[in-house]
């Protein structure tokens, strides 16, 4: 079977633990390929509800292995909490390990994430203030911890004492307290005891598997429109959003990868600052967020925030499809839209001087654009009680339809609702997609 990235289409939040959660039935291995927890994958089953920062959403099958790849960034804090979590629900978490290689989130990145968001002053980037830019920033100035770096303590200790004057310097120029090299020292003396059986090699794990063509999964976080270089800079993550990341982060051949699968949400949403172009207020904005099961409800799974949301965007959605190299889509939340007499879609950027752009132009220009509709009909009938293709309303096809057009790729999977008996499996024939012209 051929390894199958997941990554999001847009800015995020778009349920790609949903789908991973569903498409991990059959999968071996599932490997989280980059980003910490400033973000989070709901994902609603048996167990009940649970909003995965780190831990791969394959981890509700048993036998699955659960792997947290080298281009992650990781807070040893929030994984224990995570894995606690997971196991008192009766989660299995035996086969989650971590790459040696990953790097490590310490209490000063967030801090630093803190002070430096502060400095910022009304232009702030909107991060979740988690330390993941900090982290993704230290470990490019070769200044960062790794996770395999606490099975070794006299190699720890030194790499430690190197970090700690850059460390504190930063952290006092920006006027905060810097933390005592002993107290960091003692907080990875816990974390090496708590997580020691868990740090691994992951590559000899995965030359054997796909010697043996087993099907491993690739799951990223956050969208392509917060990849660190092809996003809406600096509105972005620290790390690389992108299909073409995935082998990096997970430390396989990059022609591995046979199948890249977009998750689009219905609707646009995003978490954070940044122009989202077909952004929506008011009363329509609080219909889009509350839309569906309270399970669904718009806001951050991580922080809480709610999203901000608006009409979905073809023109970002086909940005996402030529980076990424979308094979397939998988279509989320489309019940929200239930009901609705139509669905403006938005096919252009209008410049202020009339000109309209069909391509995501870079972030000081699209803060100015405004956005061209396309009116495609809703439908009334309801959406979340359908288990085939057949059960859509016409209206809600040729919508999908119409997606499938734009990214150059069928739709394979709809979502209409967070159980996993709510993702409907479609023929390609029965999607396909068109011209992808807008």
Known sequence: MPVVAVVGALWGDEGKGHIVDYLSRTAEIVIRVQGGDNAGHTVVNEYGTFRLHLVPAGVFHPGTICL????????????????????????????????????LVFPYHRQRDELEERVRGDRPLGTTRRGIGPAYSDKAARIGLRAGDLLHRDWLHRRLRQAHAAIAARIAALGGEPPSLEELMDRCEGWRERLKDRIIDTIPLLQEALRRDARILLEGQLGAMRDLDWGIYPYVTSSNTLAGYAAVGAGIPPQAIREVIGVVKAFATAVGEGPLVTEVHGELAERL????????????????????????????????????????????????????????????????????????????????????????????????????WEDLPEAARAYLRRLAEIAGAPVRYVSVGPGRDQILEVDSAEAKPGDASL
């Open 68 to 103: 947290i790849g080298a281009g992650t960034v990781v807070n040893p804090d929030t994984l224990l909490q995570e894995l606690s979590a997971l196991e008192a629900a009766g989660v299995d978490t035996g086969r989650v390990w971590i790459s040696d290689r990953a790097h």
């Open 289 to 388: 967020r509350r839309g569906g099961p309270p399970e669904g409800w718009e806001f951050g799974a991580t922080t809480g925030r709610p999203r901000r949301c608006g009409w979905p965007d073809a023109v970002a959605l086909r940005h996402a499809a030529w980076l990424n190299g979308f094979t397939a889509l998988a279509v989320t939340k489309l019940d929200v839209l239930d009901g609705l007499e139509e669905i403006p879609l938005c096919v252009g950027y209008r410049l202020p001087s009339g000109e309209v752009l069909t391509h995501v132009p870079d972030t000081p220009i699209l803060e100015q654009v405004s956005p061209v509709y396309e009116r495609l009909p809703g439908w009334t009938g309801p959406t979340a009680t359908a288990r085939r």
